[in-house]
């Protein structure tokens, strides 16, 4: 198991993803728990790419109905329950597809944890076919994300699935 995270930081963006996947992969080889991963995973993206925000919320059923738990998370508190098609990570969730937001004062019904976050890029994380998880990233700056963060996280995603 790996236990540093070694990131050219004078690289692009795309080179710093590249660099980091395998080495998240070599962090949770060999481990059974699915939090203590994620958490790991978690992590070495915030410490990498200072995101203002990076969490996973988990679809859980709750009564008669499903909702996004927050899960493990780098950053200030966040809400902690969300309804699906509600705010960005509820939408991403309903349509099961990836959203960015480039300014979140933009977007109709955003949840605003925190005033500071600007925008916003969430990722369905697929198991079977369904929408287990979203992974949310947030940053203090507009229009912060772009396609490449979408793509490499959405390996993220696949390698998260795995421990689900």
Known sequence: ?????HIDLHASKAEQYASLL???KALTEGEEDAIANISNVIAGLKETFSFFWIGIYFVKSSGNREEL???PFQGPVACTRIQKGKGVCGTAWDKAQSIIVPDVDL???HIACSSLSRSEIVLPVMKNEKVVAVIDV????VSHFDETDQKYLEEVCKMISAFI
């Open 22 to 24: 395998p080495q998240l």
């Open 107 to 109: 977007f109709p019904g």
């Open 1 to 5: 198991m790996a236990e540093n995270i």
């Open 138 to 141: 947030d940053s203090e700056f």
């Open 69 to 71: 738990v927050l899960g």
